[in-house]
C-alpha cells in the first residue's frame, strides 16, 4: 500500500511537521515520520529513501530550517514527487530555509510551500493530493475536506455579521 515519507531534519522541527501528520491521518492517507539530516546522516538519509521507495513510498515531505537542504538531498536520490518545508527557525526566520528548498538546479524538482506550520499543514494536503490523481475516494474525501473549510468560513461571517 502506498504511503507518504515525512522526513524532519532534527527533531526540533516536530511541532511544525505535526501539522502535516494532522492533515493525513484526516484524509486517511497512510504516513511514516523519520528523523535524518542531509548533512550529519547522508548515508542513513539515502538508505531510507530507497527502502521507502522499494516498499511503494508515492511522495516525500522534507522538513528543514535554517540553510539545511534535506528535500534536495532526497530529490537527488528519488524520481518521485518530494515537496519541502522550510522550517521558521534560525537567525533569518527561516528566509534561508526557504532559498535552500526551492533554489533547485533544473532537472531536480522539488515543491516548496510556505515557511512554517502553514506549509507544512499545505505539505499533507499537497500529498494528498498527488495521490488522490489515482484515488478516487481520497479525491472525495480533500472535496469533502474543502467544502467543510468553506462551510466553516460561511459560519464565521455569519457570526460576525449577527455581532455589527
Known sequence: MSFVAIL????????VMQATVAVLK???VKHEVRVTSAHRTPVDTAEYV???????????????????????????????????????????SGFDALLSTVQMPGGIPVATVAVGKAGAKNAGYLAAQILAVADP???GRISADREASRQKIR???QTLQSQL
Open 8 to 15: 524532519m531534519g532534527s527533531d526540533s522541527d516536530w511541532p
Open 26 to 28: 484526516s484524509l486517511g
Open 50 to 92: 530507497t527502502d521507502a521507495v522499494s516498499r511503494d513510498c508515492e511522495v516525500f515531505i522534507c522538513a528543514a530550517g535554517m540553510a539545511a537542504h534535506l528535500a534536495g538531498a532526497v530529490a537527488a536520490h528519488t524520481t518521485r514527487p518530494v515537496i519541502g518545508v522550510p522550517i521558521d527557525s534560525g537567525p533569518l
Open 137 to 139: 475516494d481520497l479525491a
Open 155 to 157: 459560519k464565521a461571517n
